[in-house]
């Protein structure tokens, strides 16, 4: 038998990190099993399709890889437990409901340390966790297996750095972080992603690598509600355009207000953050914020036209991404609704079935439905929403008082006289419609 970087890499998880990495790992010859509960994503998998369709087109099906036998995917966890498999990657949820949730990563750690024969036992974790959850979770697990750390085992970390929404960007263009508690773990992590990773940092040990993911996302949470902040604090202004301008500046990155922050890791950021010692009151304290801010930008949108009958364009929480995790379109549909609004709902990337269990609002024809709305709101900036041509949007619209976009998308378009645009965090959003000298 060889060394642990020259067996089969054993990944639990076949959600979008374990398929890419393990993926990326088989097309430079390493060979990966991936372990997974859902039945289907495995089947897909080993037939050489993609293992799941909520996601938009990647780079790579590995469709080869999997006909080589360099990449497969089981049902069956006791496959990853055998002597031959020393290296174990979990790319495992770490959210449930939305909320963070530890309890996964326990429930497969704790198998590994009971029930792996191979020694010793070298563990990454690509998901991302809260890094308190290294000591209180992990670590306990493998003391009470009888696992000693760095003898028995090696723990590493190196979260994964999102890309799909950012086009142009790979795994093998965003810079790498890794973190291991022993040199041994720290030179395995360097062999591995090496080939599929352009550049590497070294963080001092694991808690370090899986802090730098949890702060990436705070800043981004905060910047996100700092914008809907100017929102409130400069009512008389168009914050939006001011937002969009300072972005010019080479060390601006552009933050649009919004009607909330949808998706996993960022909108928990906080949480995440929270779990560590000292901290447990910050979470609280921002989710009080976050709900004046974000509830206060939703209420503001019906002071600019009737909302008798409104459309909701998307579901998703990105374009072109099926995912909809607290996705401020989905709220919004409810919250009209419960008001007695009559609400409709669009989104090209869900069914009318998925919709009305999603929203509990009828769905939308678009964009013939949208004659039938007195207000539109565009909350996702799908491809279909950027690219309807003029006529058919205007006669869409033959019958609305006021379209509010949410991140800008139609902004610049020319709408007819009784349709008032506005824009989230453009002028008078808040205060209601005023006229700029």
């Given at each position: 038998m060889g060394g642990p970087s020259d067996d089969e890499i054993a990944i639990w998880g076949l959600g979008l990190i374990g398929y890419t990495l393990?993926?990326?790992?088989?097309?430079?010859?390493?060979r990966c099993l991936i372990m997974d509960i859902d039945e289907e994503r495995v089947a897909r998998l080993n037939s050489g399709e993609m293992p799941f369709t909520h996601l938009p087109k990647l780079p790579y099906t590995y469709a080869a890889e999997t006909r080589s036998g360099m990449l497969r995917a089981t049902t069956e966890d006791e496959l990853l437990l055998t002597a031959d498999h020393p290296v174990h990657i979990l790319c495992i949820p770490t959210e449930a409901q939305g909320s963070i949730d530890d309890g996964t990563l326990g429930h497969v750690v704790k198998r590994i340390a009971n029930g792996a024969r191979a020694r010793p036992l070298h563990v990454v974790v690509e998901s991302t966790i809260a890094p308190a959850w290294i000591d209180s979770v992990i670590h306990p697990?493998?003391?009470?297996?009888?696992?000693?750390?760095?003898?028995?085992?090696?723990?590493?970390?190196?979260?994964?750095?999102?890309?799909?929404?950012?086009?142009?960007?790979?795994?093998?263009?965003?810079?790498?972080?890794?973190?291991?508690?022993?040199?041994?773990?720290?030179?395995?992590?360097?062999?591995?992603?090496?080939?599929?990773?352009?550049?590497i940092h070294e963080a001092p040990d694991a808690k370090h690598a899986a802090l730098v993911k949890v702060i990436e996302n705070y800043f981004?949470?905060?910047?996100?509600?700092?914008?809907?902040?100017?929102?409130?604090?400069?009512?008389?202004y168009d914050v939006s355009s001011v937002l969009?301008?300072?972005?010019?500046?080479?060390?601006?990155?552009?933050?649009?207000?919004?009607?909330?922050?949808?998706?996993?890791?960022v909108p928990l950021a906080k949480d995440y953050l929270a779990a560590e010692p000292g901290l447990e009151g910050l979470a609280e304290e921002l989710d009080s914020t976050e709900e004046r801010l974000f509830s206060e930008a939703r209420r503001a949108l019906r002071k600019h036209?009737?909302?008798?009958t409104v459309a909701v364009l998307g579901v998703a929480y990105a374009p072109e991404m099926k995912i909809h995790a607290r996705s401020?379109?989905?709220?919004?549909?409810?919250?009209?609704?419960?008001?007695?609004?009559?609400?409709?709902?669009?989104?090209?990337?869900?069914?009318?079935?998925?919709?009305?269990?999603?929203?509990?609002?009828?769905?939308?024809?678009f964009p013939d439905g949208l004659a039938e709305c007195d207000s539109?709101?565009?909350?996702?900036?799908?491809?279909p929403y950027r690219a309807i041509d003029r006529e058919a949007l205007l006669a869409g619209l033959s019958q609305a008082t006021c379209v509010v976009d949410n991140l800008g998308t139609w902004a610049g378009r020319a709408f007819p006289e009784h349709v008032r645009y506005v824009e989230v965090g453009g002028p008078g959003y808040i205060s209601g419609p005023v006229t700029l000298s």
């Open positions: 393990a993926g990326e790992l088989a097309r430079t010859g390493r697990a493998f003391q009470e297996a009888g696992l000693e750390h760095r003898t028995d085992y090696h723990l590493g970390s190196s979260p994964r750095r999102d890309w799909l929404t950012e086009r142009g960007r790979t795994m093998a263009s965003i810079p790498k972080i890794i973190g291991g508690d022993s040199p041994e773990i720290t030179a395995l992590m360097r062999k591995l992603y090496e080939p599929i990773c352009g550049e981004r949470y905060r910047d996100i509600l700092l914008a809907n902040e100017l929102v409130t604090m400069l009512p008389g969009r301008m300072a972005s010019t500046k080479w060390n601006m990155q552009e933050y649009h207000p919004s009607l909330g922050i949808g998706g996993y890791c036209g009737r909302f008798g401020p379109g989905v709220r919004l549909a409810r919250e009209l609704a419960k008001d007695g609004v009559t609400v409709r709902v669009h989104d090209p990337l869900y069914s009318d079935d998925e919709i009305t269990r999603i929203t509990g609002c009828a769905p939308l024809r539109v709101v565009l909350v996702t900036p799908h491809e």
